[in-house]
Every structure is written in structure tokens, then in C-alpha cells.
Nanobody, 120 residues
Framework: QVHLVESGGGLVQAGGSLRLSCAAS????????MGWYRQAPGKQRESVAVIKRGGLTNYADSVKGRFTISRDNAKNTVYLQMNNLKREDTAVYYC??????????????WGQGTLVTVSS
């Protein structure tokens, strides 16, 4: 079973930066795709950025050029560096991971969410 712990959310002024971290622990063979989703009040959850185990990345158009996703496979951790934050980036950010268990079963795991608030 995999457990995700997120950190790094908070309150920041528009134009500022934050770095989110998500560390995975538990029993697994490997972590495959790792990513970040967000959900703003009254809106559906949306994908922000995804990084494959080999490093290939994909971003939502709204964050391209401002956000950078990275991972440290040795630490089982994924990061989201958020620069030039805008008010519309305000949301609860969720870590999302696909893991492979020692028995070669695949699971989809969500973190508990961390709130990012961008003020004007």
C-alpha cells in the first residue's frame, strides 16, 4: 500500500513562487506516472502536470512556462515548482501516482491535497 504526503502549499502574492513536494512511502515495486492535479472552488479537478518515470513531462496549457514538474526516483518524491503565480492558480493541489506492487498490480493513489492561495 502506498501513502502520499504533500507539503509546500500556502499563501503567496501574485507573481510569487511556491514549491510543492509529494513523498511516497509504503510497499511498492516502482512508481510510474507521477503528477499534480488541482481543484478550484466550484470547478472540476484538472490535471496540471505529469511526469513519467523516465522523465517525460506534460503540462496543462494554463501553466506551461510557469510550472515545472520533476521527480527524484531515489527519494520517491515528485515536485512542482510554481513560478509567476496568478490568482487563477488558487486551488487545492493533489498529488497523483500510479504505482506497481511487488505482485505486479497497478494502483492509482491520491494525496490528501494541499491548499495554494494566490492573492492580488
Amino acid at each position: 500500500q502506498v501513502h502520499l504526503v504533500e507539503s509546500g502549499g500556502g499563501l503567496v502574492q501574485a507573481g510569487g513562487s511556491l514549491r510543492l513536494s509529494c513523498a511516497a512511502s509504503g510497499t511498492f515495486l516502482r512508481l510510474n506516472d507521477m503528477g499534480w492535479y488541482r481543484q478550484a472552488p466550484g470547478k472540476q479537478r484538472e490535471s496540471v502536470a505529469v511526469i513519467k518515470r523516465g522523465g517525460l513531462t506534460n503540462y496543462a496549457d494554463s501553466v506551461k512556462g510557469r510550472f515545472t514538474i520533476s521527480r527524484d526516483n531515489a527519494k520517491n518524491t515528485v515536485y512542482l515548482q510554481m513560478n509567476n503565480l496568478k490568482r487563477e492558480d488558487t486551488a487545492v493541489y493533489y498529488c497523483h501516482v500510479y504505482d506497481e506492487s511487488p505482485s505486479q498490480e497497478y494502483h492509482e493513489i491520491w494525496g490528501q491535497g494541499t491548499l495554494v492561495t494566490v492573492s492580488s
